[in-house]
């Protein structure tokens, strides 16, 4: 069965750094998404991207982040100056064009922030 | 999106069936209920998801009341290994970003 791949599993950096999380979506889904999560709490929205280009995000998205599809299977979130409160678990997720909408999510990139 | 209500916690034995409910009395007419569940800090699943009938499928069955202001997720025969926090989320199916709650948080216990 198809599935969302996520690279690192973990990532740790030091603060002030540049990280790049990947993220190989399923190959025929034409939607994508950056979800975290810290530790204890709710998982939250951060971006949906499009016919290469976001088309919603939330207010934690600020300039810092990024989003890329660099390639046909690639999707990348990028965080230009790493603060300790991005610690957290990333999450990627893409959605098929049509039916039901569900999405489907990789296992997760732990980012620590030290 | 609707907001929903779930208990934030539930036990069950193994083998037996568990009912989790939500509570979305400000569901719209083209919402529907969608469930999905995390295990522990994986990424979360896609279980099930209905707009007024019941809906079963491998995984769980969905049952929405006729006036839709609530439903269940019922796992039918629950294993150790569905020990999970299970989201109930009301949501237009073209809209794009999920809205996580708190969930309830599944034990099933031997």
């Known amino acids: 069965e198809p599935e969302v791949t996520q690279t690192p599993s973990h990532q740790v950096t030091q603060m002030g750094q540049e990280v790049i999380l990947r993220c190989v979506p399923i190959s025929n889904h034409l939607y994508f998404y950056w979800y975290r999560q810290i530790l204890g709490q709710k998982v939250e929205f951060l971006v949906s991207?499009?016919?290469?280009?976001?088309?919603?995000k939330s207010e934690i998205f600020d300039d810092q982040f990024s989003v890329e599809r660099p390639d046909g299977s690639n999707f990348t979130l990028k965080i230009r100056s790493t603060k300790l409160e991005d610690s957290a678990m990333y999450f990627c997720?893409?959605?098929?064009?049509?039916?039901?909408?569900?999405?489907?999510f990789g296992p997760g990139t732990r980012l620590t922030v030290t | 999106d609707a907001k929903t209500t779930q208990p934030t916690s539930m036990d069950c034995a193994e083998g037996r069936a568990a009912n989790l409910p939500c509570n979305h009395s400000?569901?719209?007419?083209?919402?529907?209920v969608y469930w999905y569940r995390q295990i522990h800090s994986q990424g979360p699943q896609y279980i099930i998801h209905?707009?007024?009938n019941n809906e079963t499928n491998e995984m769980a069955s969905l049952i929405i009341t006729e006036d839709r202001k609530s439903s269940t997720l019922i796992l039918p025969h629950a294993t150790l290994r569905d020990t999970a926090v299970y989201y109930c989320?009301?949501?237009?199916?073209?809209?794009?970003?999920?809205?996580f709650g708190q969930g309830t948080e599944l034990s099933v216990k031997p």
């Open positions: 989320i009301v949501r237009v199916p073209q809209g794009g970003k999920l809205i």
């Open positions: 997720a893409s959605r098929p064009p049509q039916g039901a909408y569900e999405q489907y």
């Open positions: 209905g707009l007024k």
């Open positions: 400000t569901i719209s007419g083209n919402e529907y």
């Open positions: 991207f499009y016919n290469n280009e976001i088309s919603e």
